[in-house]
């Protein structure tokens, strides 16, 4: 986790200094150069889940599956990946890095807030990570639930960072700065869940 930590400074470092890199550009250039109708919807509906109010949505309401069936920590853990919007925010008004631009990208799906890091990114890693975990800490829940819910997280892991270069959301460095956080996310969570007895 220290060696993620200091990737996320070195690459917010760069991001600070070469706002608009090389290396963003050619990569936007690479995701989007295969343009469908069928394409774009298939990475709307991959980003579909971490925008307002279906991510809330999402995180409530997984949290309350989990009450009805007695799991009160996991359910208090699951509401908790939202602080990960918080860190976002924090994290976007203090680089406060513009998002792509029409003239440079094509800007599929517009938003708002600042670009660095990929608030998208953070959560999917988060949310959809910390699911993970309970999906094999839990081995009452049926062995086929699990693993189809498990590789269905997994899925949208990492099918999310192309989702944001493709739309024109984001830079190659913003989806990069996301994962990293969200792993550094994801991994207090965890270790907390794993070590607590609350509740």
Not at 80 to 106: A, E, F, G
Not at 173 to 195: E, M, N
């Amino acid at each position: 986790m220290l060696a993620v930590l200091a990737g996320f400074i070195l690459l917010t470092v760069f991001v600070l200094i070469f706002p608009s890199s090389f290396i963003d550009r050619e990569f936007s250039e690479e995701v989007q150069e295969h343009q469908y109708p069928l394409l774009d919807t298939a990475m709307k509906l991959v980003s579909w889940f971490g925008y307002i109010p279906a991510a809330p949505i999402t995180v409530v309401g997984s949290a309350l599956l989990f009450l009805c069936f007695k799991y009160k920590r996991e359910a208090l853990f699951l509401i908790m990946t939202l602080l990960s919007s918080l860190v976002s925010t924090i994290i976007k008004v203090l680089v406060n890095r513009p998002r792509p631009s029409d003239n440079m990208v094509r800007v599929i799906v517009k938003t708002q807030q600042q670009s660095f890091p990929s608030g998208h990114v953070i959560f999917y890693v988060t949310y959809f990570g910390f699911l993970v975990i309970l999906m094999y800490r839990l081995s009452v829940i049926p062995k086929t639930m699990r693993y189809l819910v498990a590789l269905l997280c997994l899925i949208l892991i990492f099918t999310i960072p192309f989702s944001r270069v493709y739309l024109g959301a984001h830079w190659f460095t913003d989806v990069t700065a996301g994962f990293l956080v969200g792993l550094l996310c994801l991994y207090g969570l965890g270790a907390w869940y794993l070590k607590t007895n609350i509740l």
